[in-house]
């Protein structure tokens, strides 16, 4: 299957097209979602599919002692499978090999898969559900970080520590002793759901030479196609994988659809037919990934102007119950951790502690939104305590082109900092509005007092805030050369090039990016171009869509391609090629007579990035994106409701190959930061989700979307195509922290626990006011 | 949907009398559920909560529907959409609350199609509509083969989700008395001044975000100053802080028959901390609950008269 873009009317002449990157061309996916057309996995039917369903734990912590089949329940047609009809290893392959498919005898968390069964009719696989019984013996279980830490119960090794880093750089003793002021906080965030719109879903079947295919809702079909080799003891020929119309991923299709492959996988193994297990949005938010919670200890020393001499950071996230994508959500946790600031003296300490709640995993921003948040909450903390505007606190300290960061990488080029904070605040009108609001709080305070009210009796009050972030694009060190990516461009029979690369759409538009950047380079529109559908029988391994790599990595591989391709068709043709129409002929015509062309290239480190596993020193990123939010907030005293006026925010990705996407993009993830800061909360009961439905896991709707300024900047980047950097997931890495300087701001309430939920402040209000 | 939807089955009566009849027939062997919008029996069957297998279809019944000005009371049919009463001149003129309550459900699919009596029959404590009809003091009419029945709002809730309605009754409409009509004359008195002052209305659900949210607290009220300066009318009625809706007797009878000042105020909050009984939920928690309670009755006395607020 191909994409092809939808018709639309051409001058059918031979000039040039136009530019195709820095366009906001239509995008590629566009039409057949807007039109319903689009084929999810659910809408997917094939002969004799079964549907299944997965029996769960109810308790966080125990041993399985009995499962029972109820007698009285017609099992006819019914396929059970456990963890004894697997054929290769009870594992999700991920980093580690901690995680079984199928529970066999412990429970390490709520909601972990027991056993799955399958019937023709959704109907009974529902209701055959309901007849099986487990009976787990409950034991202590491990719910917090406090408790993990504290390590009473013990559920990993001695100390319940899944994974630790420490990052230093200077002389961290001699720094403070040398700083004038010494601020210390502890910063606190919790869970979020990624809330995709399309819930997770899979469809496997055993093809008739003892095969794998599954099709999908993923971002990862190699992560996939790996993980279902060890669970079936397959070589890889015989296992594909294809992605499937996606509707949103997040990072929540990161990992996760490897254990769901592998449920469907097995059951059809079993069965010989195909099943279909497609999550209500229940069991989604009940038992997929979240962000990872964490707690994170700040303390800085400044000298009197502000300037930063110290920074000690000991950052410790809630991994879950099993090891997953914990190691690396930590690492760049931990390199971000220390915030876009120049630093001489610099420890950072990061922890992944093991918990019995369902593991976390990938998340946009992927530990960035907690370590920047804990660092931009502390320097709106210090600027209090320095009596400094923290506008300029952070200018004072923003990294500038040659300055180190904590792994000791040298910023060559590309660094915006100063920039993005310049350009956020001058279009906010960050120093007026700094002043106005201050001014108005205290003249409403004093009017209330005297018994006069604003219209309606609310008491309300404003405020802005602000924040500055960073975020390294591509896979952390030395990642991306294990990665080891190949992407490829081909002809088509009708002489169109053709994209070949496992990374997805889930509607974020890599596809039409990736059409854009091959086109620009091949002197076509990008309407020309095709894209092939993720299917690892069709394209090569050109790795995960994930840490913001896609446009910068991928597109980087896919653009040489396109250099490489017309070369070849110009020294075929003899002279340049120009346009759509005299591609289209050069092409047919290099088919005709040389036959398939496809071209290939593969992830080359670029010499100059160095980077030591083992010190953690080194280049951690090729380059990092820089972005500035300010957030302009009212809360209402009576309520402590926030809502969120307006937000400006200024982000440096390189080069926006599609503005529109760029906006798109930040726009998204700016919403899904304030959703983190002042809503999201997972709560739990007995270990277990409560609140795993939309009525009572808050997102904001789009009536609590703020209006949205987006301020691109771009500062190339040489390595990127077209000086691309990465975009996905900065936005959300910022605005929590301008948040909760907006809070502080509007109310005087410092906030140091996110969500800051109407509870939350309302309960710092009021002893606020007992104090008085 | 976790529910098994093809073993259910949905009856469609053709009018008022037919349904009544299905509905007292069914008693025997399992009770016919009724069906108006569905936007709460959806949400229960999508968890796999399975409130009956057989359904009993209301959305045609045009008895049900309609809104009409009778003699000073408005009857609304209850079928009657949220959308409709909060588009409705009338309602908007003369009930501000209801027209603010309607406007704050949900948001404008469900207000499409959410009815009101649904949020009555429904019964949820959280149910917004609920606490703006107990302070207008509004009367559900019910019906069953038997004939009609009128029960006022604040006999309705006997417990949580428990309606003091019959299994095969339904209600047919709620009716509501003008709040701002004159009262009748009593023997003797003279009427003095053409217009006696008008009540101020007030209605304020609190659930976090601006749209879709479950209220954690919601207040209604009424209040009217006389002519002497004195709250001769006082009706205050929280949701989301009891097991069901309730009237806030105590808070009101502190402030029937005073002056309006700040001590009057903070001595109906005190009183209305002992008129509910907020609990830990999914939702929110107690003590944000009493907080908040307190703050929208605070809130209200200073929108219906600026002088609870000073001295
Ligand atoms: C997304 C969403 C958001 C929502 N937000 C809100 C909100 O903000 N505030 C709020 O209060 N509610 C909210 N609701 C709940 C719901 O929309 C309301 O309670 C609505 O008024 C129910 O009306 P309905 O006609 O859809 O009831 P149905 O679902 O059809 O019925 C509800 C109950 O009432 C019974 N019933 C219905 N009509 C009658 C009758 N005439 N006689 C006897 N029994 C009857 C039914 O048998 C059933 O038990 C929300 C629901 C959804 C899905």
Same mark, same amino acid.
């Given at each position: ?772 | ?25 069914? @008693? =025997?062997?399992?009770? $016919?559920?009724? %069906?108006? &919008?569905?936007? *709460?029996?959806?949400?229960? /069957?999508?968890? +796999? ?6 359904? @009993? =279809?209301?959305?045609? $019944?045009?008895? %049900?529907? &309609?809104?009409? *000005?009778?003699?000073?009371? /408005?009857?609304? +049919? ?11 001149? $009338? ?14 459900? +949900? ?205």
């Amino acid at each position: 299957m191909t994409r092809t873009p939808t018709r639309r009317a051409r001058p059918k002449t031979t000039l040039r097209p136009q530019p195709a990157v820095g366009v906001s061309v239509p995008k590629r996916d566009g039409e057949e979602k807007v039109t319903g057309r689009a084929l999810y996995v659910d809408d997917l039917k094939f002969p004799g599919m079964l549907h299944g369903r997965t029996v769960r734990s109810m308790v966080a912590r125990g041993i399985i002692r009995r499962v029972e089949f109820d007698p009285a329940f017609d099992w006819n047609g019914v396929v059970i499978a456990d963890h004894k009809d697997i054929p290769g290893l009870n594992c999700v392959a991920h980093l580690t090999e901690d995680q079984p498919l199928l529970a066999v005898r412990e429970i390490e968390h709520a909601d972990q898969a027991i056993l799955l069964v399958a019937h023709a009719d959704p109907e009974r696989a529902q209701a055959a559900l309901g007849a099986v019984r487990v009976e787990v013996e409950s034991i202590d279980a491990v719910l917090s970080i406090e408790d993990s830490l504290a390590a009473r119960v013990k559920i990993r090794g001695a100390d319940n520590v899944l994974k630790e880093y420490n990052i230093a750089r200077g002389d961290l003793a001699a720094g403070f002793a040398d700083a004038d002021v010494v601020v210390e906080g502890v910063y606190r965030c919790g869970h979020q759901e990624q809330l995709y719109l399309e819930n997770n879903g899979m469809i496997a079947e055993r093809t008739a030479e003892g095969g794998i295919v599954v099709r999908g809702s993923m971002q990862c079909p190699y992560f996939v196609h790996h993980a279902l080799q060890r669970t079936f003891g397959l070589p890889p020929e015989r296992i594909r994988v294809i992605q499937t119309v996606t509707g949103g991923g997040f990072g929540g299709k990161e990992d996760y659809p490897s254990l769901l492959a592998g449920h469907a996988a097995l059951l059809a193994w079993k069965s010989g037919r195909p099943v279909k297990i497609v999550y209500d949005r229940l069991e989604d938010i009940a038992a997929t990934t979240k962000r990872h919670p964490a707690v994170v200890r700040v303390r800085t020393g400044h000298r009197r102007d502000g300037t930063l001499v110290a920074t000690d950071v000991d950052a410790v996230m809630d991994g879950g119950a099993y090891v997953t994508m914990s190691p690396v959500v930590l690492s760049r946790g931990a390199l971000h951790a220390g915030g876009a600031y120049r630093c001489p003296n610099v420890r950072i300490r990061a922890r992944a502690m093991a918990t019995n709640t369902p593991p976390n995993g990938a998340f946009r921003g992927f530990g960035v939104p907690q370590t920047v948040y804990a660092m931009e909450s502390h320097m709106d903390r210090v600027a209090a305590e320095l009596g400094l505007d923290p506008l300029v606190l952070r200018r004072r300290n923003a990294v500038v082109v040659g300055d180190v960061t904590p792994t000791g990488q040298v910023l060559h080029e590309s660094v915006s900092a100063v920039e993005v904070l310049d350009r956020t605040a001058e279009r906010a009108g960050w120093a007026e509005k700094r002043r106005r609001y201050g001014r108005e709080n205290a003249a409403a305070e004093r009017a209330e007092r005297a018994g006069r009210f604003a219209p309606g009796g609310r008491r309300l009050r404003r405020g802005i805030g602000l924040a500055l972030g960073w975020h390294g694009a591509g896979f952390t060190g030395g990642g991306e050369v294990r990665l080891n990516s190949l992407a490829a461009l081909d002809l088509s029979p009708e002489g169109r090039p053709r994209v070949l690369a496992a990374n997805v759409e889930i509607g974020q538009g890599a596809i039409t990016v990736f059409t854009q950047m091959v086109a620009e380079r091949l002197g076509v529109s990008p309407d020309l171009v095709l894209v092939e559908t993720p299917d690892t029988d069709r394209v090569p391994n050109s790795g995960p869509t994930v840490a913001s790599r896609t446009t910068m990595v991928v597109g980087g591989l896919l653009e040489q391609c396109a250099r490489a391709m017309r070369e070849r068709l110009e020294l075929f043709a003899e002279r340049a090629l120009d346009g759509d129409a005299d591609f289209r002929r050069v092409a047919r015509r290099f088919l005709a007579e040389r036959g398939p062309l496809r071209v290939e290239r593969r992830y080359q480190k670029p010499a100059h990035i160095v980077w030591n596993e083992e010190t953690y020193q080194g280049d951690a990123y090729p380059c990092f994106s820089y972005g500035a939010v300010a957030v302009e907030v009212e809360a209402d005293l009576d309520t402590g409701e926030v809502r969120v006026l307006r937000v400006t925010t200024a982000q440096d990705i390189g080069r926006a190959i599609h503005p529109l996407l760029c906006i798109g993009q930040i726009e998204g993830g700016t919403l899904q930061g304030l959703g983190w800061a002042l809503l999201e909360e997972v709560r739990w009961k007995d270990g277990r989700i409560w609140n795993h439905q939309l009525t009572n896991y808050i997102i904001p709707t789009a009536v609590d979307a703020p209006p949205l300024d987006v301020l691109i900047v771009e500062n190339p980047y040489s390595g990127g195509p077209f000086g691309a950097k990465g975009v996905g997931e900065l936005p959300m890495d910022v605005p929590a922290g301008a948040v909760v300087a907006a809070v502080a701001h509007a109310t005087g309430a410092r906030m140091d626990e996110i969500p800051i939920t109407p509870e939350r402040l309302l309960r710092a209000l009021d002893g606020r006011e007992e104090r008085r | 949907m976790r529910a098994a939807l093809s073993t259910l089955e949905v009856a469609r009566p053709r009018d008022l009398a037919h349904a009544l009849k299905l509905l007292h027939a069914s @008693l =025997d062997a399992g009770r $016919l559920v009724p %069906l108006a &919008g569905g936007t *709460d029996l959806f949400v229960t /069957l999508n968890s +796999g909560l399975v409130p009956g297998r057989r359904f @009993l =279809d209301l959305w045609s $019944l045009r008895e %049900l529907r &309609g809104v009409r *000005d009778q003699a000073g009371r /408005l009857v609304l +049919g209850a079928l009657t959409t949220f959308s409709e009463i909060r588009e409705h001149a $009338l309602v908007r003129r003369r009930y501000p609350a209801l027209a603010a309550a309607a406007a704050e459900i +949900g948001a404008w699919q469900v207000q499409n199609r959410g009815t009101l009596g649904g949020n009555i029959a429904n019964a949820s404590p959280a149910g917004d509509s609920l606490p703006v009809l107990l302070a207008l003091e509004a009367v559900v009419h019910a019906r069953s083969v038997r004939g009609t029945r009128e029960v006022p709002f604040t006999a309705l809730f006997r417990g949580y989700r428990d309606l003091a309605l019959e299994p095969d009754e339904l209600i047919t409409a709620v009716s509501l008395p003008d709040p701002d009509a004159p009262p009748p004359l009593r023997a003797g008195a003279a009427r003095r001044g053409a217009h006696p002052p008008r009540a101020q209305q007030f209605f304020r659900q609190v659930g976090t975000r601006r749209a879709q949210s479950i209220s954690k607290v919601a207040l209604a009220g009424l209040l009217r100053l006389g002519r002497d300066g004195r709250v001769d009318l006082a009706r205050v009625a929280l949701g989301s802080v009891a097991p069901v809706t309730l009237r806030a007797g105590r808070a009101e009878r502190v402030l029937l028959g005073a002056r309006p000042s700040a001590a009057v105020a903070a001595a109906a909050r005190a009183a209305l901390l002992e008129d509910i009984a907020p609990i830990d939920d999914i939702r929110s928690d107690r003590e944000y609950r009493r907080r908040v309670s307190g703050n929208l009755l605070e809130q209200f006395l200073r929108v219906a008269d600026p002088r609870f607020a000073r001295r």
